[in-house]
C-alpha cells in the first residue's frame, strides 16, 4: 500500500508550534532558515524511499483579498522570517533530502482561486524549486455545479499545461442538517449526484489527476 504524507508545514498562525512563536523575537531570518532546513532533511530523510508523496505546504495563500503580500501568502511566523522565500526553501530542502519524492502545494479554494496558486507555482519554479503536483481540497455544498468545460475543468487543465499533477485531498460536501438528519431529505439525492459529478471530473483528468 502506497502512502502519501499530509502535511509538512501548514504556515498559519495557530498551527505554529508555540514554542517557536514564543521565541520569535529571538530568532534570526539565518535561524529560522537553518532550523526549517534542519526540519525538512531529518524527516524526509528519515522515510526517504517509503513515502511517495508529499504535500509539502499547506494553505500558505489567504483567502483574502489583501494583496500586500506576494502571492497573497498568509502573515506566519515562515513569512515574517524569511519572506516569500520560505516556500522556496520547503521545495528546495525536500527535494534534496528525497530526490524521488513527489511533492505537492496543497490548498482550498483552488477551483475558483487558482490564479495565485499558478503565480506561485511559477515564481518557485523560476527560483529552482521542484514542484510535481496541486492538492486541491474540495470543500463544497449542494448549490455546487460541476460541468465539462466550466471553470473547475479550466483551472485543472491550467495546472496540467504547466506539467503538473493534481489530487484531490480532501473532499465533502455540505447539506443542512438539524439533529444529524438532513433537512430536506431529497438533498441526499442531490448529494450523490454532485460526488458522481466529481468522480466524473476526476476521472476526465486521469492518468494527471
Same mark, same amino acid.
Not at 10 to 16: F, T, V
Not at 22 to 44: C, F, G, M, P, R
Given at each position: ?14 498551527? =505554529?508550534? %508555540? ?9 534570526? +531570518? !539565518?535561524? @529560522? ?16 524511499? %517509503?513515502?511517495?508523496? *508529499? ?6 495563500? !489567504? !483567502? &483574502?483579498?489583501?494583496? &500586500?503580500? @506576494?502571492?497573497?501568502?498568509?502573515? +506566519?511566523?515562515?513569512?515574517? %522570517? ?6 522556496? #526553501? ?8 528525497? /530526490? !524521488?519524492?513527489?511533492?505537492? #502545494? ?24 521542484? =514542484?510535481?503536483? =496541486?492538492?486541491?481540497? *474540495?470543500?463544497?455544498?449542494? &448549490?455546487?455545479?460541476?460541468? /465539462?468545460?466550466?471553470?473547475? #475543468? ?42 458522481? &459529478? ?7 483528468? +486521469? /492518468? %494527471?489527476?
Amino acid at each position: 500500500m502506497q502512502l502519501r504524507r499530509h502535511h509538512l508545514l501548514w504556515p498559519k498562525g495557530n498551527r =505554529i508550534l %508555540k514554542w517557536l512563536l514564543k521565541q520569535e523575537s529571538l530568532i534570526t +531570518s !539565518d535561524k @529560522a532558515k537553518s532550523l526549517l532546513s534542519d526540519y525538512i532533511h531529518e524527516v524526509l530523510s528519515r522515510y526517504r524511499g %517509503k513515502i511517495p508523496c *508529499w504535500d509539502l505546504v499547506n494553505e500558505a495563500i !489567504d !483567502d &483574502s483579498n489583501n494583496n &500586500s503580500h @506576494a502571492f497573497y501568502l498568509r502573515n +506566519s511566523f515562515w513569512f515574517r %522570517k524569511l519572506g516569500t522565500d520560505f516556500i522556496k #526553501y520547503v521545495f528546495i530542502f525536500a527535494h534534496e533530502a528525497d /530526490p !524521488d519524492a513527489q511533492l505537492y #502545494y496543497n490548498d482550498y479554494n483552488i477551483q475558483s482561486l487558482g490564479n495565485r496558486t499558478l503565480e506561485l507555482v511559477n515564481w518557485l519554479r523560476s527560483e529552482g524549486a521542484t =514542484i510535481d503536483g =496541486i492538492g486541491i481540497q *474540495w470543500h463544497r455544498n449542494i &448549490s455546487t455545479t460541476i460541468n /465539462p468545460g466550466d471553470t473547475y #475543468y479550466q483551472n485543472a487543465q491550467r495546472f496540467i499545461h504547466l506539467g503538473l499533477d493534481f489530487m484531490v485531498t480532501e473532499l465533502d460536501v455540505a447539506i443542512p442538517t438539524k439533529d444529524g438528519y438532513p433537512v430536506d431529505p431529497e438533498d441526499l439525492q442531490k448529494q450523490g449526484l454532485i460526488y458522481r &459529478s466529481l468522480l466524473d471530473y476526476v476521472l476526465y483528468f +486521469s /492518468p %494527471k489527476c
